[in-house]
């Protein structure tokens, strides 16, 4: 069966500090895409990115990076110098049936990420 | 061009009364998703649906929910004689029938008391 586990609940860390949050996923699809979303304490959901099961190069965006590895089923996230702003829940998620577009999604339970000034 | 829109933002009903979600996908996306947030848990999956046709709703409790995306207008979920624990937020997502990425509204916070 599909699962995505986050093992870390909470995390708390002081501004500036890089923090690396996990995502283990199980799945036997072999075409599949993984996602991670912050939600703010606003509520709403803010999409960072989308991974095809192919492609396992890293991704850098600015402050944001993903490690995405196959062989241990896991697409890490790490925040670089950490700013308060970071401060939410963060969610990844697999798609369930490969099209990334069209399946439906698993998530994770989050982790709560609070960045202290 | 309008993200995927969801209304009301809060909504507040009492038990036994029915609630009336809706969303509105982005212009020419025609799947739409509906996920139910319970509090401190993470999304989970209710139906999905094309225009007129609802394609799985493995994730809908067997009474009470139902959820419709007609011709014309946003899709909507019902939920009939709410109770306690239907309080949560609930989220709609769409997307494009072949290209696009998958957009999450602003969700609806419904709160039975």
């Known amino acids: 069966a599909q699962k995505v586990t986050q093992a870390q609940t909470e995390i708390s860390v002081v501004e500036k500090e890089d923090v690396t949050l996990d995502c283990v996923y199980e799945?036997?699809?072999?075409?599949?895409?993984l996602f991670w979303y912050k939600q703010p304490p606003s509520g709403e959901l803010v999409f960072l990115i989308r991974?095809?099961?192919?492609?396992?190069q890293n991704e850098i965006s600015g402050r944001y990076s993903w490690n995405f590895q196959k062989s241990t089923s896991s697409f890490n996230f790490t925040i670089t110098a950490s700013q308060v702003v970071d401060s939410a829940v963060y969610f990844c998620?697999?798609?369930?049936?490969?099209?990334?577009?069209?399946?439906?999604?698993?998530f994770g339970q989050g982790t709560t990420l609070q960045v202290k000034p | 061009n309008a993200g995927v829109m969801q209304n009301p933002r809060h909504l507040v009903r009492r038990r036994g009364q029915e609630a009336r979600l809706r969303c509105s996908p982005m212009?020419?996306?025609?799947?739409v998703y509906w996920y139910r947030q319970l509090p401190e848990e993470g999304l989970k999956f209710m139906v999905y649906?094309?225009?007129?046709?609802?394609?799985?709703e493995s994730g809908m409790p067997k009474e009470r929910f139902s959820a419709e995306f007609p011709k014309e207008g946003p899709s909507i979920l019902r939920i009939q004689q709410v109770v306690r624990g239907d309080s949560a937020a609930y989220f709609c997502?769409?997307?494009?029938?072949?290209?696009?990425?998958?957009?999450f509204g602003s969700g609806t916070r419904l709160t039975v008391v």
């Open positions: 997502a769409s997307s494009h029938s072949g290209g696009d990425g998958y957009t």
């Open positions: 799945t036997r699809d072999t075409t599949y895409y």
């Open positions: 991974r095809n099961s192919f492609d396992e």
């Open positions: 998620a697999l798609s369930e049936d490969g099209s990334g577009n069209t399946g439906k999604l698993i």
């Open positions: 212009k020419g996306h025609s799947h």
């Open positions: 649906l094309q225009k007129e046709n609802i394609i799985d």
